[in-house]
């Protein structure tokens, strides 16, 4: 088995690796165009809502940031942060249970909190980090933590279009006229679940072997009470979220009730989880959903999610010393 595994993972031929850097290339120059389409439309927008005061941008932002009521939303943002990293410990130690072995709670979150860290710079370098640690302190194959990490990765997409879909039903008579997209995305997602359940458990194209591959063991394995265990586990995380960035919103002096968030947080993290810098996506989204804060919902973007991610690699840093005796003595 190790060595099936050190074949996957050895070095590209010559002849593959050219192939690859060209689509890395092709990847950058995408990933570069997105950020300067982000960096633009956020431009034009403050400067316009700077004009329109009176101001220059540098003297309209501060304005924006000094209005802020900071020690509130600072207490709000550790709490939620330390409440995100219990719930997102327990999904990760759960889906390890349910496809790989009983591992506790307390040997999960070291490597969790820890792997924040390099998630910072890079989110699946930081479950290639998580692979590591349970290859070696457990003897877990890293294939299998891999195909566990790709189960959560592709149920996080369903769990955040279904509480997207939640939110559509309740208030989509005042979302922008994009969002009447939801409910037809949400039928065919709906579709395509029930297939890929359907061919991994063997109910659809049964003699096919490309489910035999070992990253998709998890897959395999996992039956609809997976899926809805996922959603059931992680839900409390996106309710606290709603919650807490109403408030914090408040806070930044923008008026949005818990109801306008609902269907609207789930797609602004699907933009957070887009590998801009400094979480453009994420920020554009705030400022093109809320026109009328152009400052409060630029500044309010930028530090809510940048403070997420920097806070829970202070998290990280705590365990550190923990999750580096784990592994070497």
């Not at 002849?15 to 956020?42: D, M």
């Not at 096919?208 to 395999?220: G, T």
């Not at 059931?232 to 009730?257: K, Q």
């Amino acid at each position: 088995m190790m060595s099936e595994q050190a074949q996957e993972l050895s070095p590209e031929s010559p002849e593959q690796s050219g192939p690859n850097k060209k689509k890395n290339g092709i990847g950058r120059a995408i990933f570069l165009f997105i950020t300067a389409l982000c960096f633009v439309y956020l431009y034009s927008r403050l400067n316009g809502a700077a004009a329109r005061e009176g101001l220059t941008l540098v003297a309209y932002m501060s304005q924006v940031f000094a209005a802020v009521n900071w020690i509130p939303w600072l207490a709000l943002m550790v709490c939620y942060s330390l409440f995100y990293f219990s719930i997102d410990t327990l999904v990760v130690t759960k889906a390890l249970n349910w496809f790989i072995s009983d591992i506790k709670y307390r040997d999960i979150a070291p490597v969790r909190a820890s792997a924040y860290i390099i998630s910072v710079f890079n989110e699946q370098i930081g479950k290639g980090a998580m692979a590591f640690y349970l290859n070696k302190r457990h003897h877990i194959p890293s294939w299998e933590v891999g195909s566990v990490m790709l189960f959560i990765m592709f149920s996080e997409v369903f769990y955040l279009l279904i509480w997207a879909t939640i939110g559509y039903s309740v208030g989509g008579d005042s979302l922008p006229s994009e969002f009447a997209l939801i409910p037809y995305i949400a039928g065919f997602a709906a579709i395509f679940l029930i297939l890929w359940i359907s061919y991994f458990r063997g109910l659809i194209l049964p003699s096919h072997n490309f489910r035999e591959r070992r990253i998709f063991h998890a897959f395999r394995e996992a039956k609809p009470k997976h899926y809805l265990g996922f959603f059931l586990l992680r839900s409390p995380a996106l309710i606290a979220a709603i919650i807490v960035y109403t408030t914090a919103l408040n806070l930044f002096g923008v008026d949005v009730s818990i109801m306008t968030l609902l269907p609207l947080l789930p797609v602004i993290f699907f933009a957070a989880a887009a590998p801009t810098p400094m979480r453009a996506g994420a920020i554009t989204f705030w400022v093109f959903l809320f026109p009328e804060n152009e400052g409060q919902l630029a500044a309010f973007g930028f530090v809510q999610h940048n403070f997420f991610i920097l806070f829970n690699a202070a998290i990280g840093l705590v365990f550190w010393r923990r999750a580096q005796k784990d592994l070497f003595g």
